[in-house]
């Protein structure tokens, strides 16, 4: 596949990207307000999850526009989406107000499509409408062929604490990434930076909110502002830092103690010498981090037990990789797409870098701290 022949898919991903995210913000800003305390007022709405992980209006929304988009652009016919999202609880008889919010939220967005250069629905979506796009994310994806990977929102505990929450979507062909796409509404992004790379040093102000995005082999990760209201005219490329002292490392990890294990973690930075305390931040911002140069490792130990899925890593890993950097599980090997929605034969763990200097120094650690880890 030549890497030219994927303008069309680029274009309308980052696009979209941009749309679902202008959906995410004003959702996040009617869950802060207080009549939403308990999740329900102002149409925020937060559902609980089988296992206890929360999901939201615009979990449901954003992955329904990049659903019906993706239709509109690319046809039904062999269009593949593998997403997290399904339609179980929302199908309930119970659920309408929550559909209802839902329909709300994406017919809000997708009135304004083109904005963004995309193209409107005729008249608002209906339920069934929605309902379908949702329900058509239900890909296992696989070795062959194309299927694009949404999250729609990863990070949604960050997204109802009002903090760092990231849309992302990719597309892979036969088990390779080709494209990844971030959109990060709240990521702090340095107003100079914008215009020379992210990570030029300097007092400046910072404005809020990105799109990331990079195609494979193309040697190029971009950024745009997330504007509040259309499409952008610029984009400037992202660097990765040259960084290689651990010393001197800015390390991110998950919030959560149940995600990622922070005591081994802390153990293998102590290891290598490295100083900061640990960036602890919802989401797929730890990739877009990296790729800007804000931060030069992001690890992830989850337990023995979890899985890691592919829409959880797929754009952070694209973006990462063409910025600079490198991405490999903890034994050094790169990250498997192709065997479906998990990431089969991970081991042990997830090991961003801004450098291979530097990678090469943390899984050298991991060798020495794992014997003597309670892992
Ligand atoms: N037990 C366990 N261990 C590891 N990872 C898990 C686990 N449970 C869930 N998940 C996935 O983690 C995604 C959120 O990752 P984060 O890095 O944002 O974690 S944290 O909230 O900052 O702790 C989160 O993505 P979203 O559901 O999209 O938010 C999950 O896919
Ligand atoms: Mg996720
Ligand atoms: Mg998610
Ligand atoms: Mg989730």
Same mark, same amino acid.
Request: net charge negative; proline share 6%.
């Given at each position: 596949m030549e890497v030219e022949s994927l303008a069309r898919e680029m274009e309308t991903a980052v696009r979209v990207v941009h749309l679902a995210s202008s959906l995410c913000v004003k959702v996040q800003e009617k869950l802060r307000l207080p009549s939403s305390i308990n999740g329900n007022g102002n149409g925020g709405h937060v559902k609980s999850k089988d296992d206890d992980?929360?999901?939201? %209006?615009?979990?449901? !929304?954003?992955?329904?526009?990049v659903s019906w988009v993706l239709a509109e652009v690319f046809g039904t016919q062999n269009l593949s989406i593998v997403a997290e999202e399904d339609t179980d609880s929302l199908s309930k008889a119970e659920s309408l107000a929550l559909l209802g919010a839902v329909s709300n939220a994406v017919n809000e967005a997708l009135s304004e499509a083109t904005k963004y250069g995309l193209t409107k629905p005729d008249e608002p979506l209906g339920s069934d409408d929605i309902l379908k796009a949702i329900g058509r994310c239900n890909s296992t994806g696989g070795p062959k062929g194309r299927h694009w990977v949404?999250?729609?929102?990863?990070?949604?505990?960050?997204f109802v604490r009002g903090d760092q929450y990231a849309v992302a979507l990719a597309l892979i062909e036969d088990g390779k990434v080709l494209l990844g796409v971030l959109g990060c509404p709240n990521?702090? %992004?340095?107003?100079? !930076?914008?215009?020379?790379?992210?990570?030029?040093?300097?007092a400046g102000s910072v404005s809020?909110?990105?799109?990331?995005y990079a195609k494979r082999g193309s040697g190029q990760a971009w950024m745009q502002p997330l504007l509040p209201n259309g499409y952008p005219e610029s984009a400037t490329l992202l660097k990765a830092s040259t960084v290689d002292d651990p010393v001197l490392a800015t390390v991110c990890e998950p919030v959560e103690r149940a995600n990622s294990n922070h005591l081994f973690t802390a153990g293998l930075?102590?290891?290598m010498g490295v100083r900061k305390q640990p960036m602890r931040v919802y989401s797929m911002v730890k990739y877009a981090a990296i790729a800007c140069g804000d931060a030069e490792v992001f690890m992830k130990f989850a337990q023995s037990s979890y899985k890691e899925k592919i829409w959880d890593?797929?754009?952070?890993v694209v973006i990462v990789e063409e910025a600079g950097g490198v991405v490999t599980d903890a034994g050094g090997r790169k990250l498997n797409f192709s065997k479906g929605v998990y990431l089969e034969g991970l081991d042990r763990g997830i090991i961003a870098c801004s450098n291979t200097v530097l990678h090469d120094k943390i899984i050298g650690a991991v060798y020495a701290s794992w014997e003597s880890s309670s892992l």
């Open positions: 992980s929360p999901v939201t %209006v615009a979990d449901w !929304g954003v992955q329904a526009i949404l999250d729609p929102v990863d990070g949604t505990l960050g990521y702090p %992004v340095k107003k100079e !930076g914008l215009s020379n790379g992210c990570n030029q040093s300097g809020k909110g990105c799109v990331m930075a102590n290891s890593h797929a754009a952070g």
